[in-house]
């Protein structure tokens, strides 16, 4: 989903200049042609020619390793603000990763098309799962950047740790916007 108009956003930042290492695939793969929980394996991109490391096959968080020798991983993905949609524990696991590799993690936000409501029951614990990572209800209400802010904040990486977070707001959203 990371387009800006009808461009990728890894195709903009590099015609830019912007070096960029590696991407990471989650769900649906790095270009969104992989079908709703189909498997992603690492690859490299064959329009660039950028190594792909998947979150979305064997692994679902990023090792140390993953994130050795990059300064910054960048976040920029839809979602539609529902718990149960796999990108926002992607992004809860990256920011854990990058938390405990020391690098910084930018969430690009983008308005969440279900902002401007909270409604469904809180998960419980217990029922902890990859499609439901939190206890949070059904629809959130939150974009991506606020979900990232109380992850971070709210004390649910692993030991407490603490991400280098930094969220690129969207100009002229609120949650009254849909």
């Known amino acids: ?6 461009v990728h956003l890894i195709d903009s930042l590099i015609s830019l200049g912007i070096k960029i290492e590696r991407i990471f695939a ?14 992603i394996k690492d690859h490299v991109d064959a329009a660039t020619g950028i190594p792909i490391v998947s979150v979305y096959g064997v692994r679902r968080k990023p ?16 979602d539609v603000g529902t718990r149960f949609y796999t990108f926002i524990s992607t992004m809860s696991y990256f920011v854990e990763g990058c938390a405990e590799a020391g690098v910084s993690f930018m969430v690009l936000d983008r308005p969440n098309p ?12 217990s029922h902890t799962s990859f499609v439901g990572l939190h206890e ?18 709210k004390g649910w990486l692993a030991g407490g740790i603490k991400c280098d977070l930094k969220i690129v707001s969207c100009l002229n959203y609120d949650h009254n916007t849909f």
């Open 136 to 153: 949070i209800p059904v629809a959130h209400g939150m974009t991506v950047g606020e979900y990232a802010s109380m992850v971070n904040g």
């Open 1 to 6: 989903t990371s387009t800006i108009r009808t």
């Open 63 to 78: 090792s140390i390793e993953d994130l050795s020798g990059l300064d910054v991983v960048i976040f920029d993905i839809q």
């Open 26 to 39: 989650p769900e649906h793969g790095f270009r969104g042609d992989a079908s709703d929980g189909e498997s």
């Open 114 to 125: 279900n902002g401007h409501f909270v409604d469904g029951p809180i998960l419980k614990k």
